[in-house]
């Protein structure tokens, strides 16, 4: 079996000023400490990290510089989407080595992964919590999932295209998954679909394609199906996704497995020296 590739995905840091709490309660920067620490001890160490949105909080540049500093220390490369929370003159202006598809506005991009391709699609919309794929995205995206018939793609963007049962953040979610699942049902090479916005794993299928939303770092959205509850947040194990790409067996395979982030009892073997089970 040939290696697998690894795609770390973390979401949601929501960086404030240093010393700022948020919502007067989430040490959102000590939770991105945790989380470098966890990435870089990983072993093997993933190919790539991607962010998918929300690495500020108000957003302001005091923190993107903030995030800078705390990401500093991540060993692995990393690529990056805005959330509704970030502002992608700031986010561009602080993140200028990320290598964005257009010069201005929209953050798309798309790079290789051995046979993969990476696709991360800028889903905000200026000013709205909502996400909406604009023209500009759209004509990108048709034409970066055209270039190819047959190699498999992983697309990220930060608002999911689909239904939770959580009222307040499916209001959010994005307005016009319609216009991504006929791109993605022309050109058939996506294999997964990841999202991020709800703090929480959450797995799914949008048109006909895995899809799964990525814990976050720090405090998630609390699981409230229930409509006439108030929109609130618990702090819960904190986590990210890792995503490993098999690409034997023709089609190649995806497990996306979800990594808790802290120090934990163990590995404890199963086996003592003589190889009977413990
Ligand atoms: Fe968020």
């Known amino acids: 079996m040939s290696r697998p590739f690894l795609i770390a995905q973390i979401s949601d840091l929501h960086i404030k000023a240093p010393g700022v709490l948020a919502y007067g309660k989430v040490d959102t920067a000590a939770a991105l400490v945790a989380c470098v620490k966890e990435l870089n001890r990983f072993a093997p160490q993933p190919d790539l990290v991607v962010i998918s949105g ?45 290598g964005y598809a257009q010069a201005g506005g929209v953050l798309n991009s798309a790079r290789p992964l051995g046979d993969l391709d990476i696709i991360l699609v800028d889903s905000t919309v200026p000013g709205s919590n909502y996400g909406m794929l604009d023209v500009a995205t759209l004509a990108w995206l048709e034409t970066t999932m055209a270039a190819s018939s047959t190699r498999p793609a992983l697309l990220f963007l930060h608002h999911p295209p689909l239904v939770t049962g959580i009222t307040h953040m499916d ?15 022309k050109h058939k090479r996506a294999r997964l679909i990841a999202a991020g916005h709800v703090h929480r794993a959450v797995l799914s299928v949008f048109a006909g394609i895995p899809a799964a939303i990525c814990p976050a770092p720090n405090h998630a959205v609390a699981l409230d199906l229930d409509a006439s509850m108030p929109p609130s947040f618990k702090i819960e194990p904190p986590a990210f996704h890792l995503h490993a790409w098999f690409p034997d067996g023709g089609f190649g395979s995806l497990s996306t497995h979800s990594v808790p982030i802290g120090d934990f009892s163990g590995p404890h073997p199963f086996f003592d020296e003589s190889g009977q089970l413990l």
């Open 171 to 185: 209001v959010q979610n994005l307005r016009n998954a319609d216009a991504l699942a006929a791109i993605l049902q």
């Open 54 to 98: 929300d690495l500020a909080d108000t957003p302001t540049a005091e923190e993107y510089a903030h995030l800078k500093r705390l990401l500093t220390p991540l060993e692995i490369p990393f690529a990056a989407i805005p959330g509704n929370h970030d502002d992608r003159t700031l986010m561009r202006a602080a993140l200028p080595e990320l």
